[in-house]
């Protein structure tokens, strides 16, 4: 089973290119991810999915990456350019 968590939020105005910068940067690797900007719909949205073999490996995954190094880097500058909300999407992938 794969499970794919899609996150998506909002950008500060002026700040989308960064946003999508930032969540690029966690690609590659064994992870699999994609990154969307919007084009029609909501101004400055962005959104990210990731999939994890499990809801365990997921919940895991993002404990692992909040407590890093990284991750705190990461979190410090995006909480400045985004606004508060958005939205956090677990789907089975059939």
């Known amino acids: 089973m794969t499970i794919v968590n899609r996150r998506t939020f909002v950008a500060k ?3 989308i ?3 999508v910068k930032l969540l690029k940067g966690e690609e590659g690797g064994e992870i699999v991810s994609r990154v969307y900007r919007s084009h029609y719909g909501t101004f400055d ?3 990210l999915e990731v ?3 499990s809801v365990a490996a ?3 995954g993002w404990a692992d990456w909040y407590a890093s190094p990284l991750g705190e880097q ?3 500058r995006w909480l400045e350019i985004t606004e508060p909300g958005g939205s956090n999407e677990v789907w089975i992938l059939e």
């Open 13 to 15: 105005r002026g700040h």
């Open 17 to 19: 290119d960064e946003a």
């Open 45 to 47: 949205a962005v959104a």
């Open 51 to 53: 999939e994890f073999e």
């Open 58 to 60: 997921m919940e895991q």
């Open 74 to 76: 990461v979190m410090k």
